[in-house]
T-cell receptor, first 111, second 112 residues
Framework: AQSVTQLGSHVSVSEGALVLLRCNYSSSVPPYLFWYVQYPNQGLQLLLKYTSAATLVKGINGFEAEFKKSETSFHLTKPSAHMSDAAEYFCAVSGDNDMRFGAGTRLTVKP | NAGVTQTPKFQVLKTGQSMTLQCAQD?????MSWYRQDPGMGLRLIHYSVGAGITDQGEVPNGYNVSRSTTEDFPLRLLSAAPSQTSVYFC???????????FGQGTRLTVV
């Protein structure tokens, strides 16, 4: 079964600094990978997805992620953090019938 | 365009009570699913459905039932509520299969 592991339950950055949220996956087949964002008291919103078309995937709000098969990773980055990026971020992998999520990383942005 | 609508938003139950969490989508999506979200555990899949009349179990199905009589609706039933079912529940749908899911706003359930 597919699974993802997010490294770091909390990440804190200063406004304007690089954001790096880590995700490693386990899959016996080429995976479909996703990053979702959750703002307080809301549902999850899709940031970006990898479906094997390109290894560097660009998403909304300036985020991007790179699929690295050799490292089984799909880390999320943003060059310059904004206060509005403060949220919880989830990595997910989908199989034939289900989607499995990581435990989440809470991003704090300091002024 | 409503998307995925969950009701109620908040609910308090006593141990042993039963209730149904409602989920409806207006996007004609084939695939629907229920997750529970607990601190430090991310989202865990309870049940899913690949189409009307077809449901299957996810990671944590015990204590929950689902049915899918129409494409639009996918209710989640708690048979006999337990404090361990205190959680935030999310319904999600996607066009076909578990990709690009659209999520509802969640139902915060407390079992006392």
């Amino acid at each position: 079964a597919q699974s993802v592991t997010q490294l770091g339950s909390h990440v804190s950055v200063s406004e304007g600094a690089l954001v790096l949220l880590r995700c490693n996956y386990s899959s016996s087949v080429p995976p479909y990978l996703f990053w979702y964002v959750q703002y307080p008291n809301q549902g999850l919103q899709l940031l970006l997805k990898y479906t094997s078309a390109a290894t560097l995937v660009k998403g909304i709000n300036g985020f991007e992620a790179e699929f690295k098969k050799s490292e089984t990773s799909f880390h999320l980055t943003k060059p310059s953090a904004h206060m509005s990026d403060a949220a919880e971020y989830f990595c997910a992998v989908s199989g034939d019938n289900d989607m499995r999520f990581g435990a989440g990383t809470r991003l704090t942005v300091k002024p | 365009n409503a998307g995925v609508t969950q009701t109620p938003k908040f609910q308090v139950l006593k141990t042993g009570q039963s209730m149904t969490l409602q989920c409806a989508q207006d996007m004609n999506h084939e695939y629907m699913s229920w997750y529970r979200q607990d601190p430090g555990m991310g989202l865990r899949l309870i049940h899913y459905s690949v189409g009307a009349g077809i449901t299957d179990q996810g990671e944590v199905p015990n204590g929950y039932n689902v049915s899918r009589s129409t494409t639009e609706d996918f209710p989640l039933r708690l048979l006999s509520a337990a404090p361990s079912q205190t959680s935030v529940y999310f319904c999600a749908s996607s066009y076909r299969g578990p990709t690009e899911a659209f999520f509802g706003q969640g139902t915060r359930l407390t079992v006392v």
